[in-house]
């Protein structure tokens, strides 16, 4: 049985910073390409960062300079660096694991954890 399990979240004033975790189980987690994704009241879920097998890093632009994906294969978890941290960061952060192989697609979420930036 596949899990993803998200902590770190909370809140956090105006440039102040968080650590994402997500510790995943059931799969070859070496294998699959580990993202984040957010999803903001009333919005739709959108990317955040995401981070290959390989280790290669791809941010969406409102990540990039401030947060930072990275991965830890031998405790199986994927973290989320967030920097300077604004307002409009605010929303539920979630873990997503995906492997495509030939034709097979594998895709995982975990549940969530809410990011709240205020003063």
């Known amino acids: 049985q596949v899990q993803l399990v998200e902590s770190g979240g909370g809140l956090v004033q105006p440039g102040g910073s968080l650590r994402l975790s997500c510790a995943a189980s059931?799969?070859?987690?070496?294998?699959?390409?580990m993202g984040w994704y957010r999803q903001a009241p009333g919005k739709q879920r959108e990317l955040v960062a995401t981070?290959?097998?390989?280790?290669?890093?791809d941010y969406a632009d409102s990540a990039k300079g401030r947060f930072t994906i990275s991965r830890d294969n031998a405790k199986n978890t994927v973290y989320l660096q967030m920097n300077s941290l604004k307002p409009e960061d605010t929303a539920v952060y979630f873990c997503n694991a995906r492997w495509i192989l030939g034709t097979s697609d594998s895709e995982y979420w975990g549940q969530g954890t809410q990011v709240t930036v205020s003063s």
């Open positions: 059931g799969v070859i987690f070496r294998l699959y390409r």
């Open positions: 981070i290959t097998s390989g280790g290669t890093t």
